[in-house]
């Protein structure tokens, strides 16, 4: 009776080598999957909300290009590379903040800062470098080419969301 029961049910061959390969397209399908997912961090008083600008101006240097994803995602960011381009941002007359690498060549850089001062009220300026103490900031704001803020490189989201909301309450306060 055992006999006849088991002649008749169906035998199952696996291949191991094959589940191997078929586990591993598998997973490499997966991590493929898994890098380009993109989550979505909630923003609260994001510059898109406010209608401030952010213009990371790439003066002889490609460091915000390069740099560009690292940089905290909900804001209206425009790089910029020419100074022609600049300018019809600058004319624009809306609000905006101006990004500058003060490391690519910093006497055009205070030379742009003050021009930008003086002629364009509505347009607030972070200066960014890579040695740059609170010391030598606030030096640098008594001067003629001083800017409305300073950011001490290597790029930290969080530090440049603090000091992003910081001016932009400079806005607020001037409206």
Do not use: C, W
């Amino acid at each position: 009776m055992s006999d006849k029961n088991y002649d008749e049910k169906t035998t199952v061959v696996l291949n191991i080598e094959d589940l191997k390969q078929e586990k591993k397209n598998n997973e490499e399908v997966l991590a493929k999957t898994v890098d380009s997912l993109e989550f979505s961090i909630p923003q609260v008083n994001t510059l898109a909300s406010t209608g401030i600008k952010i213009i990371l101006f790439d003066f002889q240097s490609d460091f915000f290009h390069l740099s560009f994803g690292e940089f905290p995602a909900g804001y209206d960011y425009y790089l910029v590379r020419e100074l022609t381009e600049l300018n019809e941002n600058l004319a624009s007359k809306t609000p905006l903040i101006l990004v500058l690498n003060y490391d690519s060549n910093p006497k055009v850089i205070n030379n742009l800062s003050t021009q930008v001062r003086k002629k364009f009220p509505h347009v607030k300026t972070l200066l960014m470098a890579r040695k740059i103490s609170p010391e030598k900031a606030r030096l640098h704001a008594q001067s003629p080419a001083g800017a409305h803020g300073y950011f001490e490189l290597p790029l930290s989201q969080e530090r440049f969301i603090t000091e992003v909301e910081r001016m932009i309450k400079l806005f607020e306060r001037a409206s």
